[in-house]
């Protein structure tokens, strides 16, 4: 069977800018999902993966949105990807697909964008060659938002499709849903060249997008650009926020302005500088404004992020859309900074996190 790989993402700053039509930085993880594929033509899709052996899903091509509701909740994702094809008007007459996923589910890593992308990209090459990167972008996130019902932005897909080896991606969605030009830029991230690494910190405290603090956030970023007469908080400024009543909106908005420019202002650095421990500070001040203005990191996150720059990182965050999760942090010694925070974990009673570094990889792609 032939097969393909989509990463997981780390986001290095951008937090919920995505669905406010702002800025993003992610970087590929060299963890993904690989979906093997082999097309059928009975009209059949059978659907298996390593993580839940024995649960093998058939569905008739016809029959998916009428099923969908009796199908596994894992199903769904893959599932809805094939419907997006279906429903997109491509030849598919029938496929397998074997997923083996290797993205840590629930710690804020995009294990579900790498699904949906590892699918998307499988079908591309399988039954429409035409479709554009950024098409296969749309397509994961309309089978993760409409078939699995998950209300993501456009964030994970885009760094899971899009991400460049040894580079960040800087994303503006504005205009990647408008389809402008230099909508996206590759910028070089070289941390090794700087003697530096990025731990990545999951904390083992399962994050979860449909559980309705997610919702609710993009609800109050909606109603704050309203209240401001905008079409996205994007468009809003810091002069606008005093215009803001209702205090939790005016938090809100607060954080969107500020990590917007915080986007821009690390994007710069990393464009120019020659020392990324530049960037740190922007990473702990994107951490402080999601605790506290927007409301999204949890105690574990806190301590997580405390104790590493206590350790003597030059920046620390949440990642990806907090109640749990994972946190990075920019050291120069990951195995002190591990150490440290896992002991202080231990001593707080927390269960043991999982410490690794990760290195900016490679976007989805076929393997053989
Ligand atoms: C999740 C969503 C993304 C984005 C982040 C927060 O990962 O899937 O679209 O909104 O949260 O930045």
Redesign the pocket.
Known sequence: MQKWIAPGRV?IIG?????NDGFVLPIALSLGVVCAAEPRDDGLVRLTSAQRPGDTVEVQLNALVAQRNRLPGWARYPLGVVDEFVRGGHRVRGVDLELDGAVPIGA?L?SSAALCCAVTIALRDLFAPEITDRQMVKVARAAENDFAGVP?????QSASILCAAGHALFLDVRAFTAAELGATEQIPFDLEAAGLTLLVVDTGQPHD?SDGG?AERRAQCEAAADALNLPALRDATSEDLPRLGDSVLRRRATHVVTENARVLAVADKLRTSTDPREIGELLTASHRSLRDDFEVSAPTLDLAVEEALDAGAHGARMV??GFGGSIIALVDHADRVAEHIVNRFAATGFAPPRVFTVEPAAGAHKLN
């Open positions: 986001n937090e919920h800018t995505d669905y804020g995009s993501t932005g456009l964030l994970d997008l997610y990806g859309g």
